[in-house]
C-alpha cells in the first residue's frame, strides 16, 4: 500500500508557472504507475498526465500537451507535475494517485488507479 501526498498548489496569474509534487510512502513506490487527475467546480476528476514505473513513458490529456510535464524521482520517492503556460481553465484541485505495483504502462483511466492523495488547488487567474 501506498500514501500520497500534493503539495505545491496555489493562487498563480495567466501564463505562470506552478511545481506540483507528491510524496509518497512505502518502499515499493518505484512499482507503481503513476498519474495526475484534476477535478475542477461542478465538473467530474479528469486525466491530466501519466508515467509508468520507470519514467520512461508519459501520456497527456489533449488540454495540457506541450505545457505540462509529469516526471518521478524513485529515490526521493517523488511525483511531479511541471505546469507551464497557465490558463484560467487549469484551475482545479490535483489529486496524485497510484495504481496497481507492478501495472506495465501508463495508465490514463481513473477506475485503473487505486491510492489517491488528498489534494492540492490550483487556482489561476486572468
Known amino acids: 500500500q501506498v500514501q500520497l501526498a500534493e503539495s505545491g498548489g496555489g493562487l498563480v496569474q495567466a501564463g505562470g508557472s506552478l511545481r506540483l509534487s507528491c510524496a509518497a510512502s512505502?518502499?515499493?513506490?518505484?512499482?507503481?504507475?503513476l498519474g495526475w487527475f484534476r477535478q475542477a467546480p461542478g465538473k467530474e476528476r479528469e486525466f491530466v498526465a501519466g508515467?509508468?514505473?520507470?519514467?520512461?513513458?508519459?501520456a497527456y490529456a489533449d488540454s495540457v500537451k506541450g505545457r505540462f510535464t509529469i516526471s518521478r524521482d524513485n529515490v526521493k520517492r517523488t511525483l511531479y507535475l511541471q505546469m507551464n503556460s497557465l490558463k484560467p481553465e487549469d484551475t482545479a484541485v490535483y489529486y496524485c494517485a497510484a495504481g496497481p505495483p507492478f501495472r506495465i504502462g501508463v495508465l490514463q483511466s481513473l477506475n485503473e488507479y487505486l491510492y489517491w492523495g488528498q489534494g492540492t488547488q490550483v487556482t489561476v487567474s486572468s
Open positions: 508515467i509508468n514505473w520507470d519514467g520512461l513513458s508519459t
Open positions: 512505502g518502499r515499493t513506490f518505484h512499482s507503481y504507475p
